[in-house]
């Protein structure tokens, strides 16, 4: 299947932990993003890299690290983790990034206790 | 900034149509999106328009652009109990290089029998 696909679906940790969220997409994309949703269903994005090249880093703590080791992956990294990271967390990818639409992986829904 | 509105909720009855409203502020938008979140799940691609269009069908689905006001509006005709889920208008907005994709607060809709 072609898809934006994103592991873990769920992730349960204690505050102050290191995680990861893996993000793949086999659309044949250049252009990947991170998007958080919090309680209320807002959506705000986080980061966008084209071609391994962040373009977008938008008021993030510097807890979280966008890794993309080539167009295909786009993964982040997140250290001691707070009660406020609890959200769920979007990958996204879309041909250029300028006006084409994004396509969503499932989600991961990260809960920090 | 870029600022995108919506209601919140919708209730409709099966069978009837539904409308989403939706207003924006950026005037450089080129595209507007239509997504659709069913619960648990991630953002699905409905539908968009091109901003120098002021009306797309796609079976079910119309949207109607009026530029001049900045409003989008999504009309589902027969809305059916699987149309329930929370739709999400979005433009894709400058961001320094980038044209970052900002959504609205989401419209949860709900059909009832």
């Known amino acids: 299947d072609t898809a934006v696909s994103q592991t873990p679906k769920y992730l349960v940790t204690q505050m102050g932990n290191d995680k990861s969220i893996k993000c793949e997409q086999n659309l044949g994309h250049d252009t990947m993003y991170w998007y958080k949703q919090d309680s209320k269903k807002f959506l705000k994005i ?12 938008e008021t993030v703590p510097n807890r979280f690290s966008p890794k993309s080791p080539d167009k295909a992956h786009l993964n982040l990294h997140i250290n001691s983790l707070e009660l406020g990271d609890s959200a769920v967390y979007f990958c996204a990818s879309s041909l250029g990034f300028v006006n084409s639409p994004l396509h969503f992986g499932n989600g991961t829904r990260l809960t920090v206790t | 900034g870029e600022d995108v509105e919506q209601s919140l909720f919708l209730s409709v009855r099966e069978g009837d149509s539904s409308v989403i409203n939706c207003t924006y502020t950026d005037s450089s938008s080129t595209y507007l999106y239509w997504y659709k979140q069913e619960p648990g799940a991630g953002l699905q691609l409905l539908t968009y328009i091109f ?8 079976q079910r689905l119309t949207v109607l652009l009026n530029k001049k006001d900045k409003h989008l509006s999504l009309r589902i005709a027969d809305t059916q109990t699987g149309d329930s889920a929370i739709y999400f208008c979005a433009e894709r907005a400058i961001s320094g290089s980038a044209r970052q994709l900002t959504f609205g607060s989401g419209t949860q809709l709900t059909v009832l029998p």
Do not use: A, G
């Open chain 2, 51 to 58: 901003s120098n269009m002021d009306m797309k069908q796609d």
């Open chain 1, 46 to 57: 986080m980061f966008s890299y084209n071609n391994k090249e962040l373009i977008i880093n």
